[in-house]
């Protein structure tokens, strides 16, 4: 049987920007909430990550000098072997999926 959550009290646990918490596994993938506050490093990934925004605006660049823009209620799919940051000036609430294994390199 699944475990119903409340995600804003869930997200009211993350005290740092960048730090995950996990809230949920499907298979191989896990659905995380983080705050992006400022601008994480440059970085990729061996497989498909999804950005959903729930609170604010953030910024993803790619490492060839282009950048999307996503606002609350909006995604975003970052192909395996991108490179690219996140960042945001007010901050922001997202929720990622990605493989429960995935790294950054």
């Not at 959903?52 to 209620?73: N, P, Q, R, W």
């Amino acid at each position: 049987m699944g475990k119903k959550q409340n995600i804003r009290e869930a997200a009211s646990r993350l005290t740092q920007p960048f730090k995950h918490l996990i809230i949920g596994q499907v298979d191989d993938y896990c659905a995380y909430l983080t705050r992006i506050e400022g601008t994480y490093i440059f970085h990729h990934h061996p497989r498909d990550e999804m950005y959903l925004v729930l609170e604010g605006e953030i910024a993803v660049d790619y490492g060839d000098g282009t950048s999307v823009t996503i606002s609350e209620g909006e995604s975003l799919v970052v192909e395996a072997g991108v490179k690219h940051r996140s960042r945001s000036e007010k901050g922001a609430l997202v929720l990622m999926f990605k493989a429960k294994d995935l790294f950054a390199e």
